[in-house]
DNA sequence: AAAGTAGTTGACGTAAAGGTGAAGTGGCGC
DNA sequence: GCGCCACTTCACCTTTACGTCAACTACTTT
């Protein structure tokens, strides 16, 4: 049950490429804007776990159509030193910063989800006065 | 107090892009696109309140990262004619496509708040541990 | 009618986020 | 020591969402 999560493991780029859906070009792009920093083996990139996670972090940024530039402030945030006394404040406020921007946007997001859901119901208010069958939950394909 | 939601009222291009905060090379740009269609008095655009209501729901989809393509097919959910039987279905599942796909975004969402409001935390805590004063609540300039 | 002020189309430019292809390198099997 | 494959860098190509002129038109003011 354990293992399959060795926290020691290494990926190449192919490997981790196919685990998380980008392309090798994509991630090497991230590296080359700095989003990313994995260690090489001769000339050959090497991943850890770390690195991983910071991938999935990228590409959740991206699918939250954030530009890279911004994915990377968010996660300098993460690697931000915390003994260095000095970076406390600005790590505070470049987290605050960003927690009301995301805030912001999920309410835009809350809006046009209800108006989706506006959308939906009198769609469906309208078939069945009209008497059209619902699809309702098809098992597709 | 009433009066200035005039339902009647009509909008230069200019008017409503300072209004919204949109360039009018913007807004046209949009229409070229087809995601809106003002009237034309002689050559000259003319916008109703219906117009202005279909570009701020543009600036939306903007703001959570949509394309324009992806917010053209949100507003022809809105423009769907509802008594033309055969639609009914199409927008159905159109509109519930949106809805699991914007959930999901939700969630992403959810999930980098909590990570940020994560490092916040931690961020106050070496703080106080080290005694560094917080600018708690500024009204900076 | 000339000038000024908005507005129009059209062509071209640009920045971000990659995709694509060329050309070279390193290691493995045999 | 040859071929093959994955990997590398380098350079250009593409799409999206506009910005930037440039030249034209249509009222309005004087």
Redesign the pocket.
């Known amino acids: 049950m354990t293992g399959h999560t060795d926290p020691n493991r290494l990926f ?4 981790l490429s196919e685990e998380v859906g ?5 991630i ?3 590296e080359a ?1 700095g989003l990313l920093a994995p260690k ?1 083996a ?4 090497v991943y850890t776990y770390r690195d991983r996670a910071r991938l999935l972090i990228i590409l959740r940024g ?1 699918r939250l159509g ?5 994915i990377k402030q968010y996660l300098d945030l993460y690697d931000a030193d915390p003994t260095r006394k000095g970076q406390l404040p600005h790590l505070l406020r470049g987290s605050r910063q960003r927690i009301a921007e995301l805030e912001a946007q999920r309410l835009d997001l809350e809006v046009t989800l209800d108006e989706l859901r506006e959308i939906e119901q009198m769609t469906l208010d309208a078939m069945r006065r009209l008497g059209v069958p619902e699809p309702d939950a098809g098992a597709g394909s």
Chains 1, 2 share one sequence.
């Not at 190449?12 to 490997?15: R, S």
């Not at 980008?22 to 994509?26: D, E, G, L, S, V």
């Not at 001769?42 to 990139?45: A, L, T």
């Not at 954030?66 to 911004?70: E, G, R």
């Open positions: 190449t780029i192919t490997e980008a392309t090798p070009r994509a090497r792009f991230y804007k090489r001769g000339q050959n990139r991206k954030f530009s890279l530039a911004l």
